[in-house]
């Protein structure tokens, strides 16, 4: 009876496993090792779809995405770290795929937004993987660890997407573990139907002959009576005595370890195949890439050129941004008026990447390159992008002479507030003080914190000289002032010897204030650009520089702040 219990739950428990395994191995997994969700209708009244963070919260297998369009549209599927597609969709309608379920159940969330559009997200350079085109679109990435999401949408990133969606998670040898649990549940089942319906041989008679259930006896003997006994006695007969059967032991333990070494079998080989969840709750990354770099630099080459020759304030604008693009078209204005030729092309060439760590937008990188037409200087610049989706912008520009020794912009990155007790001087006390020693001139205190700089000087002396000038008109000048003013925050980086660099874009207002019955007006170039000498000022006469400052600061104790590069451009002149 026992034996036959342990073969019926020996074979249930096979029976159980056989089809987990049978189901995983030939119905979920197959041969490629991947459970596929099927062909999904995924659409979006938005411009994409994308995944929450949440839904790809383990890493190891490797992720399949087969997209194609139902309105035959060209598609495009790819995988990016969140912070980067958070910022992409920011602000834009969008729909959020919250759920998946094997095989066959996808979940989506519509986000409100503008109806855009986006940048064509081909034309991106933070993918970590992509595809796209007409057709069907498919990538296969190993899912790694941190928080990650898939992006579909077409291609133009204009029109709303509207697609046949197939998921697939491929775990390495989940086939083989699959069938392995099959096969042991067949194993199972096998034994627990043999134990079932094997019998017991019949046992053999004992050693006096006698049938089974009989015993041989002799009669009882009649002794004469005796003085005092008792009359004759009746026979006694012995009971029988029945042999009990002779069963083989049941082996218990045996059995009981049998069973638990299946199920242990079992679960171990399931749990092999289970990916580990993730731990990375915040991705980083380089800004750019060294490739991706260089076609920025190349593809803002061929737009500048074109912008120089035809002084295109509007094409500049597409390439360059803050203070530097009203310096460019600052230069088209005064070249303009000058009937000057345009500026010949020039590229630059053979640029060095120093990109910091990025985790969240605005980015930037810096980099350094040889000018085609000008073997004296390098060009140094900072570029950035503001969002995900925003193109990049060159938004400082200066020319450091050959002679200057730039320190090596490999491991650049970001200068924080720990860098402050490091340096010489903090990134922004620096940029401060720069504006206050101009603001001062030569004698200013702030002034020794800087090794000497011949733009400087030339500029201070010119300062001077137009103020003696002016006094020597008694009475003409009421007032004359140069004020120079430090951005808020100035892009600041540390390089890998612990040397900062900061690029300071500095602010110079100058305003004359004329005296009692005179008036003043621009007599010269480059101000005539923005105030022909026809025009004369009474109350006051005002021009805007802006004056381009590359700083070298060193550890702390290592010398003086050096002013790399110095560099001054007109933007504004008038007066009221």
Sequence with gaps: MIRRIVGVLLALVGLIVAVVG???????????DTVHSGDQHLASKGLA??????LLDRHGPVLHVDVRSAKGQPVFVGVARDFDVSSYLKGTAHTKLVQIQYPISLTTQDEKGT?????????????????????TQSIAWPIEDGPYDVVIMNADGKTAPDAQVNLGIEIPKAFVTALGIFIAGVVL??????LVLLRRRPAKPGPTGGSYGQQQYEPAVHLPPQYGAPGPQQPQYPQPQYPQPQQPPVRRSAGRR??????ALGLLSGCSAIPEQDTVTTLTRPAITDDAAAAVIKHYNAVNNKANSTRDDKLIATVEGGNLVRESQAGYTIDTYAKAKPIGAFTYTNPVIGAPQISGYPISFVSTSGISDNKEYRHVGVWERATAGSPWMLTFAAGVKTTVKLPDLTGLRRATKADDNRLAA????????LATYLTGGAKSPRAAAFQPNADITRLLAGIMSNRAEKAKQRGSTRSITDTFTAPPQSPAFVTKSGTAVVFVSLTHEYTLMPGV??????????????????AKYQSGLTSTTIHDAVLLIPPKGKGKIQVASFESQLIEAGGY
Excluded: C, H, R, Y
């Design 115 to 135: 109806a855009g559009p986006l940048a064509a997200p081909d034309t991106l350079d933070w993918w970590v993987t992509k595809a796209n085109g007409a057709g």
């Design 426 to 433: 903090a990134p922004q006390a620096a940029a401060t003080s």
């Design 258 to 263: 049998l069973v638990v070494g299946g199920l």
């Design 517 to 534: 019955n005179w008036q003043f007006w621009w007599s010269g170039m480059p101000e005539n650009a923005f105030s022909p000498a026809t």
């Design 49 to 54: 779809i994308a995944s929450t963070p949440d």
């Design 22 to 32: 049978g189901v995983a191995a030939f119905w979920l997994v197959g041969p490629d």
């Design 189 to 194: 089942l096998a034994l627990g139907i043999l």
